[in-house]
Each structure stands twice: as C-alpha cells, then as structure tokens.
C-alpha cells in the first residue's frame, strides 16, 4: 500500500467522520419540532421534485435573468456528482474507475465531465462579476460565505482541467480527443513540461481536488450553501395545496398558544430555515421590505435557523433557552415591529424556490404575542374589542349590517328555498363605499334571476383579520358561531364580496368541517355572462381601464382571468396591466389585518401601488376586494389624483353596463 494511499485514506476516513458528525449535530435538531404530517401522496411528491428541483421551475421564472446561471450551476453539480464520487472511491480502490468500462461509455462521460465542468466554471465566474459589480439590493451579495462557496467551486473546476490536461500532456487519458477543454490546456499550457514535471503536476492537481471537495463537503453544514443538502428534501415535504390557512390551535388548559419558543415550531417550520438558498426573491417580492419596514422575510427564515442552532443543543439538554424567540433585539430573534409590519399577502411564497412558508411562521409568533402575552399594536385593542362584543371592526350594532338594503327590495336567506346566501361582510354592510359595491352586486344578482338571499343582522365577520392577527381563540369562537348559523339555516352555497371573506369560508372554515361552495363575485358575475343571463348595454366612459390583483382572490386563490374577461366583455378591451400583475402583483396594504393598523415606517404600501397605476395614465382603477378599494381611494387622495382617476370595483362597472 503506497504512502499516498494510506494518508488520502486517513484524511478521507476523517473528513467523512467530521461531515457525518456535522449533518448529524444539525439536523437531529429538526426533531425538537412538533409533528406534522408531510407524507401523504408520495407519488405526486416525487413528481413535484422533479418538475420543481430537478426542472428548476421556480430557480429560472419570475423574471429573474440570472435563474438561468443557476439552472446551470445546478445541473453541472447534479452531474459533476457522479464524476466526484468516481474520483473519491477511485481514490481509496485503483479497480474503481470509468475507465474500466467500454470506451464508448468511458469516452461519452469523459466528454460530458470536460463540457461541464466549464459550464460550471463559467458560471461561477458570472457569479464573482454580478456580485462585485452588479449585486442586487435583496440579497447580502459580497458576503464571505457566498465567495467562499464559490472560490472552491472554482478550485475545484481548475484542478479537475489541471489533473486531466497533465494526464493528456503524459499521454495516460485514452480519452484525450473527447475532453476538448482538457486537451486545449494541455496542447497550450503544459505541451512542454518534461515528464517527471507532469508526474509533479497529477499529484499536486490530484490533492487539491481531493482537498477542496472534501473542504466543500465539510463547509456545506455550517454555511448558507446547506440547502444543497437540504432544498430538495424540503421540497418533496411542501405544501400540496395553496398555503391559504393556518393551521387550527386546541384550547386546552396548560397549552401553550402560537410560537415564543424554537421547539414550538413544527419539524417542518424548522426544516424550512435550514433550506433556505437566501436568494432574496422574497424581499424583492415583499411590499414591507419594498416599502422601507423593519420586515424582510428572508431574515425571518434566517433568524429562525440562528436561534435553532443557537437554543437547539440547550433544549435537547433540558436547560433553558438563552436567546428569545421574538424580541430580543439580535441576529436569531425577531422583532415585534417586524411580525407585525407583514401583510400576509403571500408574495414571497410564491417565488419561493424551495417553497418556504413565511407566512404561517409570522402568523405563529402573532399568535403567541396576542394570546400568551396580549402583546399587540395600540390601535388593535379597540379592533379586538369590537369584533368580540359586536362581530365588526368598528362597533356598530348588528342592526345596521342590514342598513345598505334600506331603499331595494333583498330577501332574508330561507332553508330551503334560498339557493345561494349573499355574505355581505362587514366592509359592505358598514363602509359607505363598499355599500355601493354592495348595491351593485345586487342588481346584477337580481338581474340574473338566481335564488338569492342574505343572513341581515344575523351575519357575523368571517374572522379573516382575527386569525391573520394572531387571536386564534376569539377567530375560533366566531367561527364555530358562524358554522352554526349556517348549518342551521342549511347554507350550502355562499357568494361573497370580500376576497378575504372568500378565502376564509372557503379554506378556514374546512377545518371545523363546514364545506361550502364558495363563489367570490367576479367569479359569479363572470360565468353569469358566458351564459347569457345578464345583458350588457355598453359601459359608461370609465376611460383607460387599469386592472388591480387582489393577493387572496389571486396569489391565494388563483382567479385571475374571469375579473380581466368581464372587464374586457363590458369595455370592449383588454384591462391595462401595471408591472406587478397576476401572481407577481403588488399588495394594497390592507391584509394581514394592516388595515386597522398605521403605517408609521416608510412609504405607505398603498401610495407604492397607486404610483405604479398612475404610470398607466387610467381614468379607472378596477379593484375586486373592499380592502383595495379603500387604499386605493386613499392612495389617489395622498397624490391629489382623486379628482382625475376614480377607483371602482368589477360589480360597479358591470353594474352600470346592465341594460
């Protein structure tokens, strides 16, 4: 046994023990989190692995140019893979090799292997230059992890042509004139290195590859770059469906409520901070960070997996954590400010390319500050207290949810009888501006001749803001309360007004067992007209039409074309489109419960959004939410543009269209 062979064994025996030890340290961690239940549908699982990792679906859409870079990085790795693992048991066994297997085989890979491994090189160089010269604003670009990470890619692309060029200068490779790249060096560079010089070359070459993959390996757990290890395991566990809810809470004596402590969290919860490739797609998505707030999803995910591996090894000790969760003012704990500045809006897992779920982990520390240490914003007490007392943000009593129907003629929902209940919400039965809109969805119900009817003061809020907000036990007591109701008066189909409302009777309130049909009324209005039960007599001048998202009638629920079609069926054109539109669409502030809180912090989300109509020059902003009506209403008085472009929900215009 030669000398090399013992000591690349001895080193090789000690990397191996080290990233062994290393994964195991970091990922037995993942076992303090809370069970959840993400092996369901195995098949459709593996599927997602292959269009979404191995396709890179999400790396290379949303616009983001330099996706394609990695796209190729990642596939240089993936095949690159198979070369190192030959070179590292070739290392400790001579007889296992590439070589020894038939020369078309042999002579295809080595080809494949040369190619690549320029690729990689190449990629890695555009990798240096965009994060010297050209970095991006959402990601810590010129960190010294990421240059590491890189510098041994690099490394180890030269030493594979450095090894490979000095066997073709020797005249060992067989397969020279398939390695073009290695044999352009070696012809070259290395054409006129005397024998013995080229024996010199191979070992030295030959360590240093050893050296920086088993380096690399041993670096992976201890910096950002482990989601190589961990990205497509975390996406076989994603979400199957659209994470549109939250998980529901057990009201029990002794439980603890939401998330204040790391080991609260679910494995997955947990999982999801050591996949994260902190590519920064979410804070170029997230209107807080866009916007100048403390929030940056990101930094979320990152504190999470700095307070893990900071509180992780206590807690499997028994002893006490030492670095908060949730306000301790350092790397590895969140601030308040921050939990609250999210308008759940979803955009940043969207364009998550490891389906990392922000949102649910915000709504968790919400839910500990509201209900174990009534931890909250000012202006949410009087929120709180009014929904509780009166079901509606403002305090208004229940008889006057009826109020917007004084002067038509609207029929109490019937078992029975009633096919589809109208839920108006609390924005349309209170908010003198969503009474229109109110208004207009009746006359387009009553011009249709569908069976329809309403709960009057007998409807409560749906709870969206509630459960948003984090105060998970009054949205379960108005929920069950509302079931209730429903059951009793047989409600079966719901139309509703609110995008919100929508989501939350659609989605939520399947986890108290309550399936309904839930229609929002842009889709209703759009299968209306395809028809032919409602009858258009051309619109009033609403002018250039601009056509606004609403984040959970879109990103969270998917409709995106039935608003556009009815606005291009009643105007006779396609709607104008701003720069963030459909699953990239910008928020309006509202959701997440912002509506009943300041923004004290930066530009105001909703001026953001209505700077970026304004560009489209419209004479109408087309909204389908109350929400987005009321910050874009707000957002044209701050410009002092209210008096020349006018803000109208799809019912609205449709309304005024009817013949």
Not at 158 to 167: P, R
């Amino acid at each position: 046994m030669s000398l090399n062979l013992i000591v690349f064994i001895a080193v090789f025996t000690v990397a191996a023990a080290l990233f062994v030890w290393s994964c195991f340290r970091r990922f037995r961690l993942i076992s303090l989190g809370k069970p959840e239940n993400r092996f369901k549908d195995i098949g459709r699982r593996i599927r997602g692995v292959l269009f979404y990792a191995f396709g890179q679906r999400c790396t290379v859409s949303h616009g983001y140019r330099f996706g394609l870079n990695h796209l190729v990085l990642f596939w240089c790795f993936t095949i690159l893979f198979i070369a190192n693992a030959e070179f590292l048991l070739n290392g400790l066994a001579d007889d296992i090799s590439f070589s020894r297997l038939p020369h078309g085989a042999y002579y295809a890979l080595s080809c494949i292997f040369d190619i690549v491994s320029v690729l990689a090189l190449l990629a890695v160089c555009l990798a240096f230059i965009r994060r010297l010269f050209f970095p991006p604003t959402y990601i810590q670009a010129r960190s010294r992890d990421a240059f590491t990470i890189l510098g041994l890619i690099a490394v180890l692309m030269l030493a594979f042509f450095g090894l490979h060029a000095s066997e073709i200068a020797k005249g060992d490779e067989t397969a020279a004139n398939y390695m073009p790249i290695s044999e352009f060096v070696a012809s070259n560079i290395l054409s006129g290195v005397p024998a013995g010089s080229l024996d010199s070359c191979i070992d030295a070459f030959w360590w240093i590859h050893a050296i920086a993959l088993l380096g690399f390996l041993n670096y992976l757990p201890y910096s950002k770059h482990m989601h190589i290890l961990t990205s497509i395991p975390n996406l076989f566990f994603r979400s199957l469906t659209k994470v549109n809810t939250q998980t529901r809470e057990e009201f029990k004596k002794d439980n603890a409520f939401g998330v204040g402590q790391i080991d609260q969290f679910t494995w997955k919860g947990l999982f999801d901070s050591y996949s994260c490739t902190e590519c920064g797609r979410c804070s170029d998505m997230c209107p807080a960070t866009n916007t100048g707030k403390l929030l940056n999803p990101r930094l979320v995910i990152h504190d999470i997996k700095v307070n893990l591996l900071k509180n992780g090894p206590l807690l499997f000790g028994k002893k006490e954590a030492v670095l908060p969760l949730i306000g301790g003012g350092q790397e590895g704990s969140v601030a308040d400010e921050v939990l609250w500045a999210c308008t759940t809006c979803g955009a940043c897992m969207e364009v998550c390319p490891v389906f990392i779920e922000h949102v649910p982990r915000i709504v968790d520390m919400r839910r500990n500050l509201v209900e174990m240490k009534a931890k909250f914003p000012e202006e949410l007490l009087s929120f709180f207290e009014n929904i509780e007392q009166r079901s509606n943000p403002w305090g208004i009593v229940p008889a006057e949810r009826i109020k917007w129907a004084a002067d038509i003629d609207v029929k109490p929902f019937e078992i029975d009888k009633t096919e589809y209940l109208f839920y108006v919400g609390c924005f349309g039965s209170f908010d003198a501006r969503s009474r229109r809109v109110t208004l207009a969805i009746s006359r387009i119900l009553n011009a249709s001749g569908i069976s329809w009817g309403i709960l009057g003061k007998d409807e409560l809020c749906c709870g969206d803001s509630l459960r948003r907000l984090g105060n998970e036990f009054v949205f379960d007591r108005m929920v069950r309360d509302n079931v209730k109701i429903f059951k009793e008066r047989g409600v079966k189909k719901v139309i509703t007004e609110c995008p919100h409302c929508y989501n939350t009777l659609k989605n939520d309130y399947r986890q108290y067992g309550m399936e309904l049909e839930v229609i929002h009324h842009t889709e209703l209005i759009y299968d209306l007209l395809k028809a032919g039960k409602l009858v258009l007599n051309g619109s009033k001048d609403t002018g250039n039409v601009v056509f606004h998202d609403s984040c959970y009638l879109g990103r969270y629920n998917g409709i995106y074309e039935a608003p556009r079609s009815v606005v291009a069926s009643v105007t006779g054109q396609a709607p104008a489109e701003m720069e963030r539109r459909y699953d990239k669409s910008f928020c309006c502030g509202a959701g997440g419960g912002r509506m009943w809180m300041e923004e004290s912090t930066g530009k105001r989300i909703n001026v953001a959004r209505v700077e970026e109509a304004l560009k489209k020059d419209p004479r109408t902003i087309c909204v389908c939410c109350p929400y987005c009506l009321t910050m874009f209403a707000d957002g044209l008085k701050n410009k002092k543009a209210d008096d020349k472009v006018q803000v109208l929900d799809l019912a609205e215009i449709v309304a005024q269209a009817l013949r």
